[in-house]
């Protein structure tokens, strides 16, 4: 099953050959519900039968969320833990994603909540005081207020490379900004996946040509799922849940960075295309 939310708040569930558009539904209340799965599928009898989904592809859609925090892991995969040590080897910090890699916690922070994550074939934005951009495609984790995996979504952590490179206490000002967060383009229920056979691709186009394309698997996350949700809980509450993304293992060279104009295009099996152009 999968549920979608449209910029004036209508939603939308897609289960199988079913289209059914949701009355009175709250993401808020989904994410606060013991059985989400159980709270969906009370929804959609309530709801109205639609002819047919739309084109999600070139439909714009806001994120699945309400008040939900939007939390991130980072240095998950071995690339970004190389890429890390990468940009920040100048400054001396390159050692602290090695050590952050191999140690027993990982390295969480906060991206932000709905003022500034944007959905499907909406506008994600760079920093004007940086020089070098690049998005970061990651399995995105829905997570219930009593810290259950019930759902997934694609997510794009727009990142400031070089902020981030020059100072790790810049990593705030390198991470959460307006429209650095895309999520979408909707979000799938289930409370686990096939890691094995599920693939993670970017594409990014300028002017119409493709200007780089990555592909990993799941499987190479370095750390469980259960793993990074169990140290987000710990001595934490999430009144609405949360959205974790799970790190990165795309990173473009260090001679690509974003411009306005781009195209992000961002597939995870199962989950569909997120596409979002920059501002």
């Known amino acids: 099953m999968h549920l979608y939310q449209f910029p004036d708040h209508r939603c939308l569930a897609v289960a199988g050959d079913r289209c059914v558009i949701l009355e009175d539904f709250s993401f808020d209340a989904l994410f606060q519900s013991e059985s989400p799965s159980a709270f969906a599928e009370e929804a959609i009898s ?10 999600f592809h070139a439909t ?12 991130a892991a980072g240095v998950t995969y071995f690339r970004s833990r190389d890429a890390r040590m990468e940009e920040s080897e100048k400054s001396g910090g390159d050692v602290f994603y090695d050590k952050v890699y191999d140690a027993d916690r990982p390295e969480l922070f906060i991206k932000g909540g709905r003022s500034r994550t944007v959905g499907h074939r909406q506008e994600i934005s760079i920093r004007s005081d940086s020089s070098w951009d690049v998005p970061e495609p990651e399995l995105t984790l829905a997570v219930n207020s009593a810290g259950k995996i019930f759902g997934f979504t694609i997510g794009n952590d727009v990142s400031s490379r070089d902020i981030e490179g020059e100072n790790l206490l810049y990593l705030p000002q390198a991470k959460v900004w307006r429209n650095s967060c895309a999520l979408g383009p909707g979000l ?20 119409g040509a493709e200007v780089f394309s990555g592909k990993t698997r799941l499987s190479q996350l ?12 710990r001595d934490n509450v999430f009144p609405y849940g949360c959205y974790l993304l799970t790190g990165t293992g795309i990173v473009p060279e260090s001679d690509f960075t974003l411009r ?16 979002n152009s920059v501002e």
């Open 46 to 55: 309530r709801g109205r039968n639609a002819e047919a989904p739309p084109e």
């Open 260 to 275: 306005s104009g781009d195209t992000v295009v961002i597939e995870i099996t199962g989950m569909g295309r997120l596409t």
């Open 188 to 207: 799938m229920l289930a409370e686990s996946i096939d890691q094995d056979a599920t693939t993670v691709s970017l594409w990014i186009e300028r002017g």
């Open 222 to 233: 370095k750390r469980s799922l259960e793993e990074l949700v169990g140290f987000l809980m």
């Open 60 to 71: 714009e859609l806001a994120p699945p969320m309400e008040n939900q925090e939007v939390w």
